[in-house]
């Protein structure tokens, strides 16, 4: 992998590949994919190879294969496939000898490109150049070019493009057939329609292809099962260049933009929208999508870092590209899956990891995007409630895996093998991993601080706060001889611990949960009587409120013990200890399982990652820094950060901490989480909490930025290497422009009101702007 | 591909191919393809290649994936993928040199080999060898063998093998994930369930590694989606041979010899079982399999040819294996598949193909198959008169393509690409075809006077033979014009003809299904009252049989014009006529559809194949020899032979009218269809009516075996090329051996009774034998 080409232009804005390999195909597939939040395509060549994972998803269209398997995103016909024959034989980098090579993401672009000269095994020189992109202007619009060039003989070209149905979840078809059809010989269209949940998808695509000034037309009209297409058979002579454009572009019936259409209108809309972008050209269509990523990207999440590491900038820019391909801004009804919409991980479920990881982002830098990925959550309050019921719980316990918001808890239920037993290993997550909920409680919280969206609050906010703390309260066990109540038979968030009681992480966060609804449903009683009417009635909160403060004095809140270590569960502290440095140094994320099967890990001091470091981090008033260094130095060593959630973390409590080469050390391994050597780790796609993560390193870590107690802190403290960083936030509404330098941190508004900030530990009201010495 | 390697003991017994090349992979994974009539497994090779088509199918295990598509054989889970790595880098025979390649199907022992010295991109020697088998002896079982022998260098070695349940028919998925489970480390199980006709597979898997006299333990096990298996790392010294044997088994919910069974039970079966059979390791088994071939194939089947062109036995051998393992011998669910069990063409619907093509072999060679293949039909009267019932007629009107007996019409509705209108173009034949109908009963009456199986015509025959009787006088449309009656709206076997009135094949054989059944309801009247009355009580014939009476007289049968041509239909002498030189060097088949769409070729006087040859073939006492003469030269320059099923007919056709180097000329055609140079006509499959027709090519034409009239009749003519011929056959029970030479005939029996045979036109009764000059 190379990063940035060195030419002036291009700095920090290129992820690049120089050199082809079929033997981590999965790598460049996945980190370059394309997306605008409405559809992500995996960043597969256009030729064909063994291994190759090619993969089309759209936001929301989620479909549950049978009553045995949980819902997933499925995997759209592809468009990106082009068979290329030339003289007879497959085109293919593997044959042949291939000079000149590169595969380019332009970040700013979201342009994915790739050039090389080829000479096939008969001696012929030809240059190819592959342009591709996902439009950000139309969500709708895929658009490619494949420009061929005969550099040394006359070639026979062949080239078979069309729309590939054929496509599966690893197996699993989604997908009912629909019509296939080539409408004026040239408009080709398939529709799709998933089985279970009924959506139906129209894609159409389209070729203008020219030898110079000359259009090639009557392609062969092809069509297979799942499968319709063209195929041009054209000679390029020495030195001519083939130009061949395709333009696809995909609508479905749950699209906002086409809400209430019928299919056969849709299929009518879809064509027009194509025909209407054909006469574009590829040139034309492109600027418009580079206009959209500049003005709503690259203006508006205005990022520096002047670094002596290139890289730091290039991977901060890396994290925008992937935060705005994956997140459907553009609808509430869908979330951001895990690994956004770059493969099949985790099906395109949402996890905490939006909550935790990527949604400071937005409520920071995008407000809009931020409200819209809480309604979601609000959305979704049905199948909470669904959830918590049939666990005989009361309120809104959230699903560990989220999908079509109603759907309720859709993490499946058997994994890979027990090595062991020879058995599928049962996945305890969806029924255990209950933090979910206070997370989200968190976040709704975190998001009313720094934005002060009453609006929301009142209509979406408060509802999910009280609900949420309804559930935490029935769900806390009265223990007798203790006489408090604990939270038994979970799994916090190191998951490499299951069915333990009293996770430190999961009681302070559903301490805070009820404490904040408390909080504000005396609030409401008070100041917004109507608002507390209409949610009483649907909650019960006169009665229950004083359960809830009976209750949350109760709450089990493990303390330090003399070491000041503060235990992460009942039992932790009293595992037995192993020797980690082997699976510390893996090449390959969770080596421990070919060793140990999950029931043998549960009995050790092994963590996979942040559990009691993210406590500290969100919660971070309620610790000392004694406390938080002893458990950093008593933690960390047992954790393998097998999950991508572990790094950013543990990079913001050393920043805290004052570790600074540290640091930036955890910094440097958290954005390389995609970015990086490995080869593997990617294959099944990004790691979307990981780009929120390498933000908050920045903002959060580096910046020291801040909510505590509903005030904004700044307390900087950069890295070595970094001379200068500045970013945009905003504050109550208001947009901030924060510089940091190594001795001064000068924060500008663009509005004139007055601000407050804390900045260092000391308390400032400016409007304009202000500077301040480290 | 070369036929024969030209050592003495394989003469005449092997399909090899001497390089490989994948550009053209459909042809030897069809035509090399394994079955035992259970289950057929297309021999793609070990490694994956690009463009490869991996299928396992087992008989009668038909799914529908939704209610827009018809059932059809779905791909159960691969065993035969094996991912090899070498030195860390994918084997493939795209990369590095290979020398002394050879893939060969011993059709004697039905087993596939590959063996080949490979040199790795980076420079190492190594031998390989390939071994596989379906078991002829144990239905469920396969069985592989990969020796690898490091000549040059050591090897690093690592190989993943298991059960991939990946696999869908061209993206269709029609399994439910079951299980996955890996036993003792060793033996490896997956469940599937089809979707909708909830069929559970149950497939297990274990391995024997070898180096030398060490077996090779401790592989890694692996689970993905749908998917478990074991990976081996070895490393094979210079020198050196790894043995890599591979069993697996395949067990159903359908299966006869576990009916009754739990799916529990049937895992616990199917383990028991493949311990069993690999304690015996691969020469055992492969011995019991290579017996079972000698008993019920080769000792039963015997024919001879000594002919100049040893291609023509080793053809006819070709066509006994194949008859072989596509019949679904062990059970009378089940059908045979167009396309056998080698691919996905046709779905693995039965069409005509088996009663026009196929079941005269099995009459003359296992009259036992050949019942097993009516009561099939038997079992699918239900289906045909829902079919009947739901186009308004009565009786049992047969499905055009049949799945599961009791489905009725399984024919898909849309095909491929309209070339005029850019749409799906609609398939007619499961709505007009409808001649299937008589062509059964045509079978049942054949069948019934070559065997004289009393029996079957009691619990089955005669049941079949009226209700289709019933069908076709309620198909009659009366024409007041003419005062007679008409079969309008039909498809005859020419498919290019659609929407025809009066096709003559269809009308002739409609008039000769009344006709029987009209003489055996008489008969059963006077001779068998109680089965009479009891098929009467279903059929109610003694209503019926003066209607038929009637109308079977005023059935409109076209006569000869003056040019004495039976037309084919009402309108084809009067349609254009167009050059079709182009269409008759084809290469390709079908390749007038590529100018035409079916509109258009309806308009025109093509034929697809043998329409009125088929009719004088079935119904050869009712046409004079000028009338044969003349519609053959009329038609066949218009026939595109574009169906397997057209060449046989002519070729015997050619023959009867005396036109002997023209008959060898169409055999050679015929038996070329799958084992010639065409490399993509079997890409979807082997043709599996043309190996009936090739056995009737020798038989039927050749040996001019025929039963006329309940009589059987022998007038021999041998192609030039042909010194000897002998084969053969069972004649109301009795085997007779026929032994053909350009001089003279000799039939023998092995029974003691008398045998009365009309041979050149002169009835001759015998016991033991016979021998008549020519």
């Known amino acids: 992998m190379n990063y940035g080409l060195g030419e002036r232009e291009f700095k920090n804005w290129i992820v690049a590949e120089e050199r082809f390999s079929t033997n981590h195909l999965g790598k460049c597939e996945a980190i370059m994919y394309l997306g605008n939040g409405y559809m992500g395509i995996r960043s597969a060549t256009e030729e064909t190879y063994i291994g190759e994972t090619r993969n089309t998803f759209i936001s929301g269209s989620f479909n549950k294969f049978d009553e045995h398997e949980v819902t997933e995103l499925p995997n759209v016909a592809d468009v990106t496939n082009l068979k290329i024959i030339i003289d007879g034989e497959r085109f293919s980098l593997e044959f042949g000898e291939v000079q000149e090579y590169v595969r380019k993401l332009n970040i700013k672009t979201a342009e994915l490109s790739r050039s090389f000269i080829w000479t096939s095994p008969k001696g012929k020189k030809i240059q190819f150049e592959f342009k591709r992109f996902v439009s950000l202007k139309n969500l709708h619009l895929i658009s490619m070019k494949m420009e061929v060039t005969a550099l040394s003989h006359d070639i026979e070209f062949k080239v078979n493009s069309g729309i590939n149905g054929q496509m599966t979840n690893t197996g699993s078809q989604h997908f009912s057939e629909g019509e296939r059809r080539i409408y004026d010989k040239q408009y080709v269209q398939l529709i799709q329609t998933t089985t279970q949940s009924k959506i139906h998808i129209v894609i159409n695509t389209t070729h203008k292809v020219m030898i110079g000034d000359v259009e090639v037309n009557e392609p062969v009209m092809t069509m297979d099962r799942r499968k319709v297409g063209l195929t041009y058979n054209v000679q390029i002579q020495k030195g001519k260049t083939l130009a061949f454009e395709k333009l696809a572009n995909i609508f479905t019936t749950i699209d906002k933009d086409v809400e209430g259409k019928s299919l056969d209108e849709i299929r009518k809309i879809s064509l027009e929208n194509i025909k209407e972008e054909n006469c574009k050209g590829y040139v034309n269509v492109f600027k418009e999508h580079v206009n959209s990523w500049k003005e709503k990207v690259w203006e508006k999440y205005r990022i520096d870092i002047k670094s002596s590491e290139e890289f730091d900038l290039l991977a901060i820019r890396f994290a925008l590209y992937n935060l705005t391909a994956m997140t459907p801004a553009h609808d509430s009804n869908m979330g951001i899956g895990a690994k956004g919409l770059s493969g099949e991980g985790y099906k395109g479920h949402s996890f905490w990891d939006t909550e935790a990881f990527i949604l400071p982002f937005f409520i920071y830098c995008n407000p809009i995007v931020a409200r ?38 859709v993490t ?79 799994i916090g968030p190191d998951e490499y611990k299951e069915h333990v009681n009293n996770n430190a992480f999961t009681n302070y966060m559903a301490h805070h949960n009820i404490t904040l609804a408390i909080e504000y449903c005396e609030k409401l009683r008070k100041e917004d009587k109507v608002l507390y009417s209409k949610l009483d009635k649907i909650l019960e909160l006169e009665s229950s409120i004083e359960l809830w403060k009976d209750k949350v004095e109760k709450i089990y809140l493990p303390t330090p013990n003399k070491d000041n270590v503060i235990p992460q569960d009942d039992t932790y502290l009293q595992k037995k200890i192993i020797n980690l440095d082997k699976y510390k140094n893996q090449t390959k994320v969770g080596s421990l399982f070919e060793d140990f099967n999950s029931e043998q890990v549960n009995e050790m001091q092994i963590s996979k990652q942040a559990d009691i470091m993210m406590l500290f981090y969100l919660l971070e008033n309620k610790f000392s820094n004694d406390v938080k260094v002893a458990s950093y130095n008593y933690y960390e060593p047992k954790t393998l950060h097998d999950s991508s959630l572990s790094l950013s973390t543990h990079c913001i409590l050393a920043n805290d901490l004052g570790h600074k080469e540290l640091a930036y050390e955890l910094f440097n391994r958290a954005i390389n989480i ?28 580096f910046a020291g930025v801040r909510m505590l107690g509903g005030e904004l802190r700044i307390n900087p403290s950069l890295p070595e290497k970094w001379e200068d960083l500045s970013f945009n936030i905003y504050w109550k509404g208001q947009l901030l422009n924060i510089q940091v330098t190594c001795e001064n941190v000068e924060v500008s508004t663009v509005g004139s009101e007055k601000v407050t900030l804390i900045i260092c530990n000391k308390k400032y009201t400016f409007n304009k702007s202000i500077k301040v010495k480290l």
């Not at 009361?394 to 309720?408: F, K, L, R």
Request: proline share 3%.
């Open 372 to 409: 819209s990925l809480l309604e979601y959550r609000y959305k979704g309050l049905a199948g909470a409630r669904k959830k918590a019921k049939e666990n005989g719980y009361e309120g809104a316990m959230y699903p560990w895996e989220a999908a079509w918001p109603n759907d309720g808890e």
């Open 412 to 490: 499946p239920v058997w994994g890979g093998v027990d090595i062991v037993t020879g058995k599928q290993a049962k996945i305890w997550t969806g029924f255990l991993e209950q933090h979910i909920t206070s997370d989200i409680a968190y976040a709704i919280w975190q998001y009313y601080m720094i934005t002060g969206d009453e609006e929301f609050m009142n209509n979406c906010g408060y509802e999910i706060l009280f609900d949420t703390a309804k559930f935490w309260v029935s769900r806390l066990e009265w223990n007798e001889e203790k006489q408090e109540y604990h939270i038994n038979d979970v």
């Open 674 to 701: 995609d970015l990086g050597p490995s080869m593997t780790t990617s294959d099944h796609g990004i790691h979307a909490a990981s780009f929120g993560g390498a933000w908050q390193c920045v903002v959060m870590g």
